[in-house]
Structures are given as C-alpha cells and as structure tokens.
C-alpha cells in the first residue's frame, strides 16, 4: 500500500476516534453526575493519546532525519520510544510524551535519562534518552506544537522523575507550562509534522 494511502487511513482512524473520544468525555461527564455506586463509566481519561502522538512524532522524525532508519522502541522499553540510527550520526534515542486538549495537559513520569551498565558491560538503554519531545494535540487530536527538549533543558534537581508536570505551554505565552522545562532554550515545531515546515 503506497504511504500517502497509510497516511490517509491513519489520519481517517484519528479523526473518527477524535469524534468517539468527545462523545465518551461527554457521557462520562454525564456519569460523573450520578451517584458513585451507579456510575457506569469511569473518570475522564486520555487512553489512546500516546498511540497518536508517536505517530506524529515518528512522520515528524522520518521527514527530518532522511538518511537515517527511525524505529519504535519494543513494548518492554520504557525510557525511549523512537530510536534514530543514520550512516553519518551516532545512534540518537527519542521519549515522547504526549496530551491533547481533551486532557489537562499533565504528562506521565518523566524520569531522567542514566545510561546503566549489565553486568557483560553492555549499556541497559532502560533509562536512558537523547531527546524529550513534547507533543501537544488538538482535540482533533492534530499537533498544536511539539517541543524538543534535550537532557539539560529539563530540571529535575535530584529528583529521579518528573510527574504531573504540563505541556500546557503556548510558544507565545511564556508565563505557561511547567518551570522543570527550559522552554526558551527547547526547539519548538508547530507546524507541518511531514518535515516540510516549522520553526
């Protein structure tokens, strides 16, 4: 199947799941009305957040590093969700951490990247990454903005990982977001997540 079609079903996907997603924040906010012992639905949630924003992210990083092989990282990896291997480059790991306006803007943990050693010398990669992207989404579930962070943008003073902190950060609006992230340092795209524009 030609990538412009896998896009189009993709992105078709997206949109139908945005259209499901508000209905069931709406009946769910009609549940969080009733009576604890007769609710039928749980709490808001943002399930299937992560899941798009890793697929912006992996178009993104594939427009922008073209002489290199973008992956996913495996189910079992829990410190890096996209590595980038290039020819020229030296191998560079990827987080993603992603919300959308139908959430409240705070991230799952975001621990700091330490590369551990096993016990043959080979590096345990469980911890570790080069870059932090942080994706904001639309309640069309599209990319608002997207933040690259490297390790020194983030403050994490002493703690070993960061929770609750928010994305809900504008690149106009500085007074936003959480102070962990050096936003004035970070890189931010906000536009066309195939490669072809952004700042």
Known sequence: ??????????EKAIASFAQAYEALENLQAL?????????????????????????WAIRYA????KDATVIFAGH?????????????????????KT????????????CSPSKKKEADGKPD??????????????????????????PEHVAFNGASCLKGKT???HPDERSTGSTCFK????????ANFTGKGGK
Request: no cysteine; glycine share 6%; net charge positive.
């Open 1 to 10: 199947m030609p990538a412009d079609i896998q896009h189009r079903s993709i």
């Open 31 to 55: 549940e969080a009305r009733k009576d604890a012992r007769e609710a039928l639905l749980p709490q808001r949630g943002d399930q299937k957040t992560g899941l798009i924003g890793e697929y």
């Open 62 to 65: 594939r427009a922008i590093f």
């Open 76 to 96: 079992s990896q829990k410190g890096w969700d996209l590595k980038v291997v290039g020819p020229r480059t030296s191998t560079r790991y990827i987080q993603i």
């Open 99 to 110: 919300v959308s306006d139908f959430g409240e803007g705070k991230l799952s943990p975001i």
């Open 125 to 150: 990669m469980a911890d570790y990454w080069d870059e932090l992207w942080l994706l904001r989404l639309d309640r069309q579930f599209q990319p608002i903005v997207l933040w690259r962070l490297k």
């Open 167 to 169: 994305v809900r950060r």
């Open 183 to 190: 936003w004035d340092e970070a890189k931010s795209v906000t």
